[in-house]
Every structure is written in C-alpha cells, then in structure tokens.
C-alpha cells in the first residue's frame, strides 16, 4: 500500500497561485498513477488533474487548463499541483489520489483509485 499526504492549501486572493503537493509513503510513487481531486461543499468529488508517471500521459480538466500543471519528483517521492491564476471557483477541498500501475492513460473517476489522502482545503477571495 501507499500513503499519501497533501500540503500546500491556503487562502489566496483571485490571481494568485498556491503549489499542492502530495508526499507518498510505503511504495515508489514511480508505480502508480496519481490524480487530484477536488470537492466543494456540496458538490461531488472532481478530477483536476492526472499522471501516469511511467510514460507520461497527463489529464487536465478543462477548467484548469492552461491555469494548472501537475508534475512528479521520483526522487522525493512527491506530486505536485501547480495552480496559478485562481479563481473563486477553485475554492474546494482537494485531494491526492493513487492506482497501481503505472501504464496507460490516468483515470478520471472516483472509483478508479485505490488510496487517497486525507485532503487540504484552498480558498480564493475574489
């Protein structure tokens, strides 16, 4: 198994940029496939975006695109989100997501993950 732990939330005014990362225990992250999720009250759990870190292939939402990146440190173990020019709709919690196996496209959907951690919460001021 794997453990995952975010960090890097916050308040942040409109414009501004805030680095998620999502440190892995247990397991090289190098092997799996890993999203960020996010969830406001009252809405569902949404995928942000997603990497398959042995070949590569990333997913962005399309609210995100151009404004997010997501990358991956095999030495230290860790993903990072990358988010600039936020907005007031990015306000949520959000999460890190694992799936073993490292291949192929990442999956987008809740229940293709198997690990997650515990979530860290963003707010943008407009």
């Known amino acids: 198994q794997v453990q995952l732990v975010e960090s890097g939330g916050g308040l942040v005014p409109a414009g501004g940029s805030l680095r998620l990362s999502c440190a892995a225990s247990?397991?090289?992250?190098?092997?799996?496939?890993v999203g960020w999720f996010r969830q406001a009250p009252g809405e569902e759990r949404d995928i942000v975006a997603a990497?398959?870190?042995?070949?590569?292939?990333?997913y962005y939402a399309d609210s995100v695109k151009g404004r997010f990146f997501i990358s991956g440190d095999s030495a230290a173990n860790t993903v990072t989100l990358h988010m600039n020019n936020l907005k007031p709709e990015d306000t949520a919690n959000y999460y890190c997501?694992?799936?073993?196996?490292?291949?192929?496209?990442?999956?987008?959907?809740?229940?293709?993950?198997?690990?997650w951690g515990q979530g860290t919460q963003v707010i943008v001021s407009s």
């Open positions: 990497l398959s870190w042995s070949d590569g292939p990333t």
């Open positions: 247990g397991r090289p992250f190098r092997n799996y496939r």
């Open positions: 997501a694992a799936r073993a196996g490292g291949g192929g496209l990442p999956p987008r959907t809740v229940s293709m993950y198997q690990f």
